[in-house]
T-cell receptor, first 113, second 113 residues
Framework: GEDVEQSLFLSVREGDSSVINCTYT??????LYWYKQEPGAGLQLLTY?????DMKQDQRLTVLLNKKDKHLSLRIADTQTGDSAIYFC?????????????FGKGTMLLVSP | GAGVSQSPSNKVTEKGKDVELRCDPI?????LYWYRQSLGQGLEFLIY????????KSGLPSDRFSAERTGGSVSTLTIQRTQQEDSAVYLC???????????FGEGSRLTVL
């Protein structure tokens, strides 16, 4: 089955850029997502990228996909204290018309003032 | 409400008791998913519903776990004869269509003593 790996912890200073990395194993993964989970809350979709794309930018967020290396990254520019949360990478193919996503264990981002 | 609603938000039970966790998806969302989030383990897929049927139950960890969905809306996850290893946050997500974005509830935290 699919295996998704993320580093568990990242600490940055306010105003710096944050880069959260994710690797996956199944080359048939079609949809690649980044979710954010704040304390005591559910997961919120931040952004996503299709496997036929290399990059997607959305305001402070930039997603880069290297299909050859099966590597996905999320860059947050001008990181703010409100960005402190757990970030989950999720990947999956489309099977029989529905998505079955495999999530990584999450990267805890701590932003210090 | 506008979002996915789960109840109870917290449940403490004794080993061996049965528990029921409820998910009320966003109105009109046909797809419903249950995930389990354990400390340090990321999100584990449990079951997927399309309407009232469950085409993918592959993630249910044992026959003590069951789920149903009625009226294409509310879903109940039942855990019989709970064990300490069942302690986790159980997350429900819904989607407006097959292979669509997942909208997560805040989860039900289950603690088995």
């Amino acid at each position: 089955g699919e295996d998704v790996e993320q580093s568990l912890f990242l600490s940055v200073r306010e105003g710096d850029s944050s880069v959260i990395n994710c690797t996956y194993t199944d080359s048939s993964s079609t949809y690649l997502y980044w979710y954010k989970q704040e304390p005591g809350a559910g997961l919120q979709l931040l952004t996503y990228i299709f496997s036929n794309m290399d990059m997607k930018q959305d305001q402070r967020l930039t997603v880069l996909l290297n299909k050859k290396d099966k590597h996905l990254s999320l860059r947050i520019a001008d990181t703010q204290t409100g960005d402190s949360a757990i970030y989950f990478c999720a990947v999956g193919p489309i099977l029989s018309g529905y998505s079955t996503l495999t999530f990584g264990k999450g990267t805890m981002l701590l932003v210090s003032p | 409400g506008a979002g996915v609603s789960q109840s109870p938000s917290n449940k403490v039970t004794e080993k061996g008791k049965d528990v029921e966790l409820r998910c009320d998806p966003i109105s009109g969302h046909t797809a419903l998913y249950w995930y389990r989030q354990s400390l340090g383990q990321g999100l584990e897929f449990l079951i997927y519903f399309q309407g009232n049927s469950a085409p993918d139950k592959s993630g249910l960890p044992s026959d003590r776990f069951s789920a149903e969905r009625t009226g294409g809306s509310v879903s109940t996850l039942t855990i019989q004869r709970t064990q300490q290893e069942d302690s986790a946050v159980y997350l429900c997500a819904s989607s407006p269509r097959q292979a669509g974005e997942l909208f997560f509830g805040e989860g039900s935290r289950l603690t088995v003593l």
